[in-house]
Structure formats: C-alpha cells, structure tokens
C-alpha cells in the first residue's frame, strides 16, 4: 500500500517561495496519479496540481498557473511543488494524495501547513 509524507511548509512572507515535497514509498509512481490538495479554513478541499506518475504530464489550477510546478522524480520515489510568488490566499494546509490509474485509493499524506503572511 502506498504510503505519502509531506514536508516543507512554513511561514513565508507574500512574494516568497517554498518548496513542498512529498515521500512516496509502498509502490512504484508509475502507478499513480498524483495530487497535491489544500484547504484553508474554512474553505471546502481544493485540487493545486496533479501530475502524471508514469509519464510526468501535469496541470494546474488557474489560480496557481505560472507560479507553482510540480515534478516527480520517479528513482528517489518524491514529488515536489514549488511554489513562487505566493500570496496570503495561498494559505492553507497542502496534502499529497494518490491514486491508482485503475482507480485503487486514494491515498492521503497528513499535510502540511502553509502559511503566507508579512
């Protein structure tokens, strides 16, 4: 069974940037695709990106186009988001979700928090 750890969050301040990665061990990515979620308070769970495990395609959400990317390197088993030029409305906990191309999962990590604040 597959299994997410999330790290690197933090305080940073608006304009800054941070890179969240996330540990993936239990099954190749191949499997997978994967999803990084957050949520902020209050606010209903929303999908940041996701990424093809197999063959690295990816996408966004408008609201975070051109300033986040995602990658995966599949021999170190992590995903990673980097996000650039945050804002306050970034502010939420971050979370690595899985699931299989045939549709087993999903798969949670326990999140981390992000907080974008001067």
């Known amino acids: 069974q597959l299994q997410l750890e999330e790290s690197g969050g933090g305080l940073v301040q608006p304009g800054g940037s941070l890179r969240l990665s996330c540990a993936a061990s239990?099954?190749?990515?191949?499997?997978?695709?994967i999803v990084w979620f957050r949520q902020a308070p209050g606010k209903e769970r929303e999908v940041v990106s996701c990424i093809n495990g197999a063959d690295g395609g990816t996408r966004y959400a408008d609201s975070v186009k051109g300033r986040f990317t995602i990658s995966r390197d599949k021999d170190k088993s992590m995903l990673y988001l980097q996000m650039n030029n945050l804002k306050p409305e970034d502010t939420a906990v971050y979370y690595c979700?899985?699931?299989?191309?045939?549709?087993?999962?999903?798969?949670w990590g326990q999140g981390t928090q992000v907080t974008v604040s001067s």
């Open positions: 979700n899985a699931v299989t191309f045939s549709g087993r999962g999903p798969y």
């Open positions: 239990g099954a190749p990515l191949d499997y997978y695709v």
